[in-house]
């Protein structure tokens, strides 16, 4: 396992690839120059052989025409010295043979029996046929290569005999073996120091490799104080300053990417709107605390929930958002105590490149508060709208009745035109009261205030209304502690107050009820001033509402007494800009009280805000 191992890494890669790249050019060598020596030792063999076999060739054919013209073998015999003794080769036997193919002499001692008998030998054959270049090779019996060369003997243009050399080839082969012995020593040799220099090579390349992954693991697990050493100014010198100027910049990448994502997390953590972010599957991976507050929801427990449950989306809702579009929803959610509220979502997808849609972002914003204000101020505007349509309508038609004749009849007409005043009044006294309640709103009503005696501001306002009361047969009653502290207020803007809920009580007490105002310290450096009537009272379903602007209990009978609908709305709007508040109790048919809070004065000095 080990050695499996070690034949994986790049050092034994890098010598394996020397070893392999040596032996493959020495056997290239090898094969070129041992058939390069092998053919020019077998090339000079063969031309020594042909050599002396054309030489005796030229002494044959004289002794060969002396033995034919005397008739004698003495000349021929002389030829055998020559050829024992000048023309002496080890493992080579040299005959000469007749025209008819005979052996005459053979240089083989222990041949000598086949003197006289014919060299059927194809050289031979061919030799004395007139060819010169008769050579071969052959392996005898012994497996012992031979080269065979035949020559003809020429005299006078004629073939009188030939010259038969075969010399065995031995030598030559051993003294190749040798060769090739020496030359795998050498190879074997060079690849032992290949190997060796491709070790020293290799370390040399993979100790840089080593110490880079080293220092790459480390950086990996977040030692960025680490530095590669450079091992030179070759191109692993280069590699390794490359990595420490990356590990530089990653660290500041990091560095800044941990500051961005705390970022992040304090912005999501501290959003006003509610975050969801899912996956390609619609299921929650992140949500923040302002999301999990108005779902009412676990961040932990809802983590990995498909979003779609989680919001009570319907099926058409959730294709509408999985389609990968941006898209707002207004949901209505619920909960318990039948609680119900209403939040805007807006899904935005994302998206990578070449992949596609990886998930959503749900934006959630509890729009509660902003749909009533909407709700409010459509209806604000539909009751202004008709409260100002209704007496525009009844001038308009008075003054068409004036125009068609009516002012012939100066009874009639007098009657006209006291409607068009009361009219004209109302509209006044409505424009009035919205222009005063924006004043209010906006902040922009000067408010002086001064320490103000309650029991005086009391009496005054029943001596107002004295004279209506008496008209109605209804009593009055102040009722106020004794040494009480002066409040510190605007006697006009609370007179106002008095003068509406003192005037809504009178209408709506029957004849021989009473209406009784009063005061008293309250808790927190308050004083509490009450009117109680003994009227109609408000039903119960009304008294959440009964400030509301507009919003009357008897439409047609407030209408028609003169009101505007927006007295409580601005008592309401006057006390809380004092810093008081102001509440309602009543039961239908038991009467109203209306208590109402202003800040004790400190000091007899006025102020103005």
């Known amino acids: 396992m080990k050695w499996t191992s070690f034949f994986r890494t790049i050092q034994a890669k890098l010598i394996i690839i020397y070893v392999l790249l040596i032996l493959i050019a020495m056997q290239l060598i ?43 073998n003495n000349s021929v015999e002389t030829l055998g010295p020559i050829v024992t003794n000048l023309f002496n080769m080890d493992g080579a036997e040299i005959q000469v043979l007749d025209a008819s193919g005979k052996v005459l002499i053979t240089s083989n001692q222990s041949h000598m029996d ?42 006078k243009g004629k073939i009188i005999g030939a010259v038969y050399i075969v010399a ?42 080593k110490e880079m992954t080293r220092h790459a693991t480390a950086v990996a697990e977040g030692k960025f104080d680490l530095k590669m050493p450079v091992f030179g100014n070759d ?74 449950e989680v919001l009570g989306l319907s099926e058409e809702q959730t294709q509408m958002f999985t389609e990968g579009t941006y898209v707002t929803m207004l949901l209505q959610m619920s909960q318990e105590a039948d609680r119900s509220y209403m939040i805007r979502v807006t899904f935005t997808p994302i998206h990578r490149r070449e992949v596609g849609i990886t998930g959503t972002i749900a934006v959630l914003q509890d729009v509660t508060e902003q749909e009533k204000l909407e709700a409010s101020r459509r209806e604000f505007v539909a009751n202004v709208s008709h409260e100002l349509r209704t007496p525009l309508t009844t001038i308009k038609s008075y003054t068409e009745a004036l125009d068609d004749g ?86 006009d803007q609370i007179d106002q107050v008095l003068d509406n809920l003192v005037s809504n009580a009178l209408k709506y007490t029957q004849p021989g009820g009473s209406i009784a105002m ?38 047609a009978r407030s209408r028609s007494m003169g009101g505007t609908g927006l007295g409580l709305s601005i008592a309401r709007e006057i006390v809380m800009a004092h810093g008081g508040t102001i509440s309602i109790q009543s039961e239908f048919g038991q009467g109203t009280k209306v208590t109402f809070t202003l800040p004790l004065a400190e000091d007899d000095e006025g102020v103005a805000s």
Do not use: W
Request: glycine share 6%; with cysteine; charged share 25%.
């Open 235 to 308: 191109e692993i010198g280069q590699l390794s300053e490359a990595f420490n100027y990356m590990t530089t910049r990653l660290r500041e990448a990091l560095l800044v990417n941990e500051e961005e994502k705390e970022k992040l997390a304090s912005i999501l953590t501290n959003m006003s709107d509610g975050v969801i972010a899912t996956d390609e599957a619609g299921r929650i991976i992140l949500m923040n605390r302002r999301a999990a507050a108005i779902l009412n929801v676990d961040e932990e427990e809802v983590s990995g929930s498909a979003i779609a």
């Open 518 to 555: 009063g005061a008293m310290e309250a808790a927190g450096g308050m004083l509490a001033i009450t009117v109680q009537d003994t009227g109609i009272g408000i039903p119960k379903k009304d008294l959440d509402r009964i400030f509301e602007r507009f919003y009357r209990v008897d439409k």
């Open 406 to 491: 009516a002012l012939d009849d100066p009874p009639l007409a007098s009657r006209f035109v006291g409607v068009i005043q009361n009219e004209t009044g109302r509209m006044i006294r409505l424009v009035t009261d919205l222009l005063h309640l924006s004043r209010l709103d906006s902040k922009e009503a000067l408010m002086r205030k001064q320490p103000t005696d309650v029991m005086e501001m009391l009496e005054d306002v029943a001596d107002r209304f004295s004279f209506q009361m008496q008209q109605k047969d209804i009593g009055s009653e102040v009722k106020v502690a004794a040494g009480l502290p002066k409040a510190l207020c605007d006697r």
């Open 30 to 72: 090898g094969v070129y120059f041992v058939s390069a020596m092998k053919n020019s030792l077998t090339r000079n063999f063969t031309q020594d052989l042909q050599e002396r076999a054309e030489l005796l060739s030229v002494l044959a054919a004289e002794k060969l025409e002396s033995a034919a013209d005397t008739g004698e």
């Open 114 to 155: 086949i003197i006289g008998r014919k060299n059927t030998q194809t050289v031979v054959s061919r030799a004395l046929q007139g060819s010169k270049d008769n050579e071969e090779y052959v392996i005898d019996e012994d497996n012992v290569r031979k080269k065979v060369v035949a020559k003809p003997v020429f005299n």
């Open 168 to 209: 065995s080839m031995k030598e030559l082969y051993t003294t190749m073996g040798r060769v090739n012995n020496i030359f795998i020593s050498g190879i074997l040799l060079a690849l032992g120091l290949t190997a060796v220099l491709g070790v020293i090579l290799a370390h040399t390349i993979t100790h840089p490799i």
